[in-house]
């Protein structure tokens, strides 16, 4: 269905058009016309699906200008939250409508400023808590109220703030509610704070038949990053994602990925802003050939043209491996997801592969290079993978 159909504001359609945009993916074309009508709307759908746009469409020509605060938007990370935040300034610069977000780790006194002269907040739990118990914000005159990613938010640990949240929004208000997966208090959620709401699923954006799944049996434990260097120059021809288990390894992984001349960057939950917005610029402009994240920071961002996912940490449930691999396979490309199997990963991975609908198969140890692999600042201590050339 192409979004001429919708018969939105000129200067949003105008807008759509610049972006290049023309037929609306599944969750759009279910979504968008519903919250049009005003109807409250659950929406599964996986990261990459077009579900920003879904309720960032029909919200911003739904709004006025001089209406002050009018919409609020709640996101389980940092991240999530400024890429929400971008599309919001990206479609509605053109109607005057202006969008600000509000998260912790960086000084409240800018964010107080800007919150009067916002029509949308886009906001974490935490932080915007923080705002009401300042009285530094004024939900009486919220009319949207969108849940986005409401499963991470359920398995952070959020509930509870969101219900504070919830509490001091009007009650006559749209609510939309947009998760990854649908589970039972997912469905409580709705059905407690929605009303009558039109439930859509999409089907997966992954195509299956193009997502090779494999992984490798590594038995000492030090060839696992001169392994991870091989494939990444030798058969990884678009964006990679590297997931770890740690912050912490998150970082050492990417220190030693740039050493090794690679063009790879990290995103994760205990970065400094600057540090986590230099990195989305990064992936923005087209820089950086391998994201190296934690699941946390890396849910919810809009990735596109990833070929290769490499679990260099196995993954603790089907669930998260899930979660994990739907990153690449997209929009009809082909994609790789690989896994990096040492002895500690054999109970995580075990658990992993006792999902039915999972095939991954072992591929033959290759040959490779040594390189070094430095831990902490010290460079004199490294492990070199023993594997011999």
Do not use: W
């Not at 118990?133 to 952070?156: A, C, G, P, Q, Y």
């Not at 609908?357 to 290759?366: A, G, H, S, V």
């Amino acid at each position: 269905m192409d979004f001429k159909t919708l018969n939105l504001n000129l200067k949003l359609q105008n807008k759509i058009n610049e972006f290049g945009f023309k037929d609306m993916t599944s969750i759009q074309e279910k979504c968008i016309p519903e919250t049009l009508k005003g109807k409250d709307v659950v929406g599964q759908a996986e990261t990459g699906s077009g579900k920003t746009l879904a309720f960032c469409l029909p919200i911003l020509d739904m709004i006025n200008k001089n209406n002050g605060l009018q919409v609020l938007v709640l996101t389980p990370t940092r991240e999530l939250c400024i890429q929400v935040t971008s599309v919001f300034k990206d479609f509605g610069r053109c109607l005057g409508i202006k969008s600000f977000e509000i998260y912790g780790g960086v000084r409240i006194q800018p964010q107080i400023k800007n919150i009067s002269k916002s029509n949308i907040i886009v906001a974490t739990p935490g932080r915007l808590l923080d705002h009401i118990r300042r009285k530094t914000i004024d939900l009486s005159n919220v009319k949207f109220l969108v849940l986005d990613e409401t499963d991470k938010m359920l398995e952070m640990g959020f509930i509870e703030d969101v219900e504070k949240i919830i509490f001091n929004i009007p009650k006559e208000r749209k609510t939309l509610m947009f998760s990854a997966t649908i589970s039972e208090d997912v469905f409580r959620i709705a059905k407690k704070h929605l009303k009558n709401p039109l439930i859509f699923r999409t089907k997966s954006f992954v195509d299956e038949s193009k997502l090779n799944q494999k992984y490798y049996d590594i038995y000492n434990q030090n060839d696992k990053f001169s392994l991870l260097v091989h494939l990444l120059k030798s058969s990884t021809p678009g964006l990679a994602i590297v997931f770890c288990a740690t912050r912490k390894e998150t970082d050492i992984v990417a220190k030693n990925l740039r050493r090794q001349g690679i063009n790879a960057t990290e995103i994760h939950g205990g970065m400094n802003q600057h540090k986590r917005l230099k990195s989305l610029d990064s992936l923005k402009r087209q820089k950086t050939d391998v994201l190296v994240a934690t699941d946390v920071a890396a849910r919810g961002l809009d990735i596109k043209d990833v070929s290769h996912v490499y679990n260099y940490d196995v993954p603790k449930t089907p669930k998260e491996y899930i979660h994990r691999i739907g990153r690449t396979a997209r929009a009809g490309k082909n994609g790789d997801a690989v896994t990096l199997l040492t002895s500690r990963d054999h109970d995580n991975f075990r658990r992993v592969q006792s999902d039915e609908k999972l095939t991954i198969t072992q591929e033959n140890f290759p040959k490779f290079n040594k390189v070094p692999f430095f831990r902490g600042q010290n460079r004199r201590k490294k492990q070199y993978s023993k594997h011999p050339n």
